[in-house]
Structures are given as C-alpha cells and as structure tokens.
Nanobody, 124 residues
Framework: QVQLVESGGALVRPGGSLRLSCTASGLTAREYSMGWFRQAPGKERDFVAAISRSGGTTDYGDSVKGRFTISRDIPKNTVYLQLNSLKPEDTAIYYC?????????????????WGRGTQVTISS
C-alpha cells in the first residue's frame, strides 16, 4: 500500500522559515517524480514545486520562486520543501504527491499518489 506522509507544518511569523518533509512508502521513489501543492481555504489546489525523477530538474510556481526550494533524498524516499521569507499568503495545507514520470510535473492530474497534507500558517 502506497503512503505519503508529510511533516513539518507549523505556525510561523512572517519572514520566517520552515522545512517540510514527505516520505513515501510502498513504492520505489526513484521511479517517480515528486511535487508539492498547496490549498488555502476556499481556493483551488495550486502547484508549488516539483522535482524530476533524477532530481536534476526542478520547477516552481511563480508565487514561490526564489523563496522555496525543493529537493529529494532518493535512498530515503523523501522529498523536502524549504520555505523561506514566508508571507501570510503562504498559509495553506501543503500536500506532496508522486508521479510515475521522468519530468517535474505541474499538473495535479498527472500525479498518482497524494499525501494527506500538513498545515502551514503564517501569522504574527
């Protein structure tokens, strides 16, 4: 059974940092690209970042480019999202997902498995 478990969400002040982690089990992560999405209350799920199967290519949503960094540890079946210079509008539930493809994917429908999410709240 495939499971993706996110962790690291927290309440942080504006300008602060967080690191989210997502560990996959029940699959061989090196066969998948991995991504992060987020969903704020009343809004659609938005693309945040993705990393290719090899880890050699990354892609970011416009609103997080230059502030967030995605990385992966293939032997640990884990993907990370470093969040810096956080803003109140970054408040959302953050979800990780895996796609059985080579590329860093932006489209949610191309992902095969999803985690349950971790809450990130940015507030003073």
């Amino acid at each position: 059974q495939v499971q993706l478990v996110e962790s690291g969400g927290a309440l942080v002040r504006p300008g602060g940092s967080l690191r989210l982690s997502c560990t996959a089990s029940g699959l061989t992560a090196r066969e998948y690209s991995m991504g992060w999405f987020r969903q704020a209350p009343g809004k659609e799920r938005d693309f945040v970042a993705a990393i290719s199967r090899s880890g050699g290519t990354t892609d970011y949503g416009d609103s997080v480019k230059g502030r967030f960094t995605i990385s992966r540890d293939i032997p640990k079946n884990t993907v990370y999202l470093q969040l810096n210079s956080l803003k109140p509008e970054d408040t959302a539930i953050y979800y990780c997902a895996v796609a059985r493809t080579v590329f860093a994917e932006r489209i949610p429908g191309r992902y095969d498995y999803w985690g349950r999410g971790t809450q990130v709240t940015i507030s003073s």
